[in-house]
């Protein structure tokens, strides 16, 4: 099984740990027990690979002790510079860094084979505090994917014909930005976000998930599109529900 939520920013709020107990029944009922073959991915902001701090480990403990595997795709708020000290490897038909036995980071323009669905994953984002942050220790310009990144994920897309099941970024695309926002400097458009415009035109997929603006809902332009924060979403139930209400 896979499931889908949103930023945790290193369970430095209650609420974010609260979310992961098995006492917080609206997001675990009716999953029955999940094991090491089932996924948890947290669509950016994941925060603990931060500072290597006592307080990280336990988390990161606390998390790897948990009966599912963990993964998770960058979002703007990560210490890029300790987070590119992890190896890459190849893993469902991508690329990914282990931070830990059972977390998993996914990495920028990767499409992966997992649990008989297609995803196709595009971390980072635009910070929009970065007046109040510190260069290399409370943000990083690898916040932003580069040319470099978007060349990749071309690459993996034109590989499976431009057809996925679901995508799972931090940002969303430029155009519907605008639409959750009436004031374009909220969330305004930058190179990340234009391309996912290009991605968005492009792509045939059944659901998409985007972390990064703390609330959740679907798009009412689009219902495929969920923006996602405390929810856990199952992607096979959410295409299913597509399709019933397109009647098919």
Request: aromatic share 12%; glycine share 8%; charged share 25%.
């Amino acid at each position: 099984m896979i499931l889908v939520t949103g930023d945790t920013h290193g369970f430095c709020d209650s609420d974010e740990v609260a979310r992961f107990s098995r006492h917080n029944k609206p997001f675990w009922d009716g999953l029955g027990v999940l094991t090491k073959d089932d996924y948890v991915i947290i669509c950016g902001d994941f925060g603990l690979v931060w500072d290597g701090s006592e307080e990280e480990q336990y988390w990161l403990e606390w998390l790897r002790a948990k009966p599912f595997t963990t993964l998770f795709l960058d979002g703007n708020h990560e210490n890029f510079d300790r987070l590119a000290a992890f190896p890459v490897e190849t893993w469902h038909g991508g690329q990914v860094q282990t931070v830990a036995p059972g977390i998993l980071h996914l990495m920028r323009g990767q499409v992966y084979e997992l649990d008989g669905r297609r995803l196709f994953v595009l971390g980072g984002a635009q910070s929009h505090d970065i007046e109040g942050r510190v260069p290399g220790k409370t943000w990083w310009p690898q916040e932003l994917p580069t040319e470099d990144d978007f060349a990749a994920a071309r690459r993996a897309l034109d590989a499976c014909g431009w057809t996925v099941d679901d995508v799972l970024t931090h940002s969303l695309p430029t155009s519907l930005q605008r639409v959750m926002y009436d004031d374009p400097d909220a969330y305004p458009g930058n190179r990340l976000t234009d391309f996912l415009d290009e991605v968005y035109a492009r792509l045939t997929f059944q659901n998409w998930y985007s972390g990064h603006y703390h609330v959740d809902g679907r798009m009412r332009v689009d219902p495929r599109v969920r923006v996602i924060y405390h929810e856990l979403r199952d992607p096979v139930r959410d295409a299913d529900a597509h399709k019933k209400v397109d009647g098919c």
